[in-house]
């Protein structure tokens, strides 16, 4: 009987088109660790295009359209966080598959994060919080 492969847990960033998940990622111990977090260095714009150059996404479709996210690791609390836009978070299966393709625990924080906010979340109206929020430096 063969032994099981041991699951990587991985950092890296994703893109949601069509329901489906867009994955770039690498395992978190190979990312090496900046003011405490290990966040994966290839960013969504440099991403995107190759999506695209083997037609996974639509030619037409700018990056910052479609919904997205990231997954980063800290080294003091020693747990994964997984930021999205909102359409993905409301979304338990999905976002259940990303963690599954990423082989994250089951304990990974899960948050909304502004920097990925697609045209459909920017179209709803932010709350008094979340507007205090985006003037506290």
Same mark, same amino acid.
Not at 40 to 50: A, I, S
Not at 89 to 97: D, P, Y
Not at 121 to 137: A, H, M, S, V
């Given at each position: 009987?063969?032994?099981?492969?041991?699951?990587?847990?991985?950092? =890296?960033?994703?893109?949601?088109?069509?329901?489906?998940?867009?994955?770039?990622?690498?395992?978190?111990?190979?990312?090496?660790?900046?003011?405490?977090?290990? /966040?994966?260095?290839? =960013?969504?714009?440099?991403?995107?295009?190759?999506?695209?150059?083997?037609?996974?996404?639509?030619?037409?479709?700018?990056?910052?359209?479609?919904?997205?996210?990231?997954?980063?690791?800290?080294?003091?609390?020693?747990?994964? /966080?997984?930021?999205?836009?909102?359409?993905? #978070?409301?979304?338990?299966?999905?976002?259940?598959? #990303?963690?599954?393709?990423?082989?994250?625990?089951?304990? /990974?924080?899960?948050?909304?994060?502004?920097?990925?906010?697609?045209?459909?979340?920017?179209?709803?109206?932010? /709350?008094?919080?979340?507007?205090?929020?985006?003037?506290?430096?």
């Amino acid at each position: 009987m063969a032994a099981k492969k041991a699951k990587v847990l991985e950092v =890296g960033l994703f893109f949601v088109v069509g329901g489906k998940p867009f994955v770039d990622a690498l395992p978190w111990m190979e990312v090496p660790s900046v003011a405490g977090f290990r /966040t994966y260095g290839v =960013g969504h714009p440099e991403f995107w295009p190759r999506l695209q150059i083997v037609g996974a996404v639509p030619r037409d479709l700018q990056y910052d359209e479609a919904p997205r996210g990231c997954l980063n690791y800290e080294d003091a609390s020693g747990r994964f /966080t997984l930021f999205a836009d909102g359409c993905i #978070i409301r979304n338990k299966r999905l976002v259940s598959k #990303i963690m599954n393709e990423m082989n994250l625990p089951g304990d /990974t924080m899960v948050l909304p994060d502004d920097h990925y906010r697609c045209p459909k979340c920017l179209r709803k109206k932010p /709350t008094r919080k979340q507007e205090e929020e985006d003037w506290d430096f």
